[in-house]
């Protein structure tokens, strides 16, 4: 997006008075306050059904990043002929600070909330519903290992391996090993069941539930950014803010322990849903990430920093199993509320 697209702003019922640039979009000031312009790719519909979802949450007084329609009501407006853009408020804060364990107390409590406010929580048409059906881990998890190995392959194959290379060689098989175990213990798991009741219930989930999308202004949290909003299990939402939250913290067990209070004091987990949590933490995804990255970009040069983060998900491995073993094999500190 450059400036000169920024004449779409003709479109809409507001004057702008300046415009500075953020990462992949514009950030505005304008006579109904800040909005934020980024081109979009993605269906129409899908986006209607996205405010559908964002319309309720602020009736129940959630902080969320609204969409702006314009002077014709259309949530994404179309610029010489093959761009659009999506025009959406511009929310004050800073994002969640990952190293303050009371912000991320307060996200996790948030998102027990959320969800409980994302079932069933409007009429969707079969069209509607079938949009927004969301990704099956089932077929993730089996796509991801098949990748791995594909991977491994390739770089057996080359006669010079760079220190990446090396390094994926060298502990691959263990990795396999343990991503090929946590597909089986999902096909063995009540993770078919889950996910039919959360699709026949209509269970939203935000769909990238990180510290990037939480914005922190005073005692208030807003959550932001829900192009990525789906049907589907919401413990993916639990799974990915907690694995990205503890990669960072080392994976401390504490922490980690009370990040899964904070949210069942909101929103209590059931054995099953505990068990798919455990299983989605054990598994290698951020190794998975690491090689995927490395196959779909320039292979002969790798940024040292990707080494460092291999370096670190392997120095993390221990803690990470056993955090994720303890979520699988022992309910004892799972805290019980009636009137789920």
Avoid at 101 to 113: C, N, R, T, V, Y
């Amino acid at each position: 997006m450059n400036d000169r697209d920024l004449q779409v702003l003709e479109q809409y019922p507001f004057t702008v008075r300046g415009s500075f640039r953020v990462r992949g979009a514009f950030l505005l000031d304008t006579s109904e306050g800040r909005r934020l312009i980024r081109e979009y790719s993605g269906s129409v519909q899908k986006l209607e059904t996205e405010q559908k979802l964002l319309l309720h949450l602020q009736e129940q007084g959630y902080l969320v990043d609204r969409m702006e329609p314009d002077q014709e009501g259309k949530l994404a407006s179309v610029w010489r002929e093959y761009n659009s853009y999506v025009v959406k408020e511009a929310l004050e804060g800073r994002e969640c600070d990952t190293r303050s364990e009371s912000e991320i107390m307060k996200a996790a409590s948030l998102l027990g909330s959320l969800h409980l406010s994302m079932r069933n929580c409007m009429e969707l048409s079969e069209e509607e519903y079938v949009r927004m059906i969301g990704s099956d881990a089932e077929d993730e998890l089996r796509r991801h290992n098949r990748e791995l190995k594909k991977i491994d392959r390739f770089i057996r194959k080359k006669t010079r391996k760079n220190e990446f290379e090396t390094a994926y060689l060298s502990c691959f098989p263990k990795i396999l090993e343990e991503a090929e175990w946590m597909e089986r213990m999902l096909e063995r798991s009540a993770y078919k069941k889950l996910r039919q009741h959360a699709l026949e219930e209509g269970h939203f989930c935000h769909g990238e539930y990180t510290h990037h999308n939480i914005l922190v202004n005073g005692s208030r949290m807003a959550v932001i950014n829900f192009e990525k909003c789906s049907v589907n299990v919401q413990i993916n939402d639990l799974y990915h803010f907690m694995r990205k939250i503890l990669e960072k913290q080392n994976y401390d067990f504490r922490l980690g322990i009370k990040m899964l209070r904070a949210y069942e004091e909101k929103n209590p987990l059931s054995p099953e849903e505990r068990e798919y949590l455990g299983i989605r933490m054990e598994y290698p995804e951020k190794f998975w990430k690491l090689a995927n990255y490395y196959y779909n970009t320039n292979k002969a040069w790798i940024p040292g920093k990707h080494m460092e983060k291999l370096e670190k998900f392997l120095g993390q491995q221990e803690k990470r199993v056993s955090f994720s073993r303890e979520l699988l094999y022992n309910n004892s500190n799972q805290p019980r509320k009636s009137g789920r």
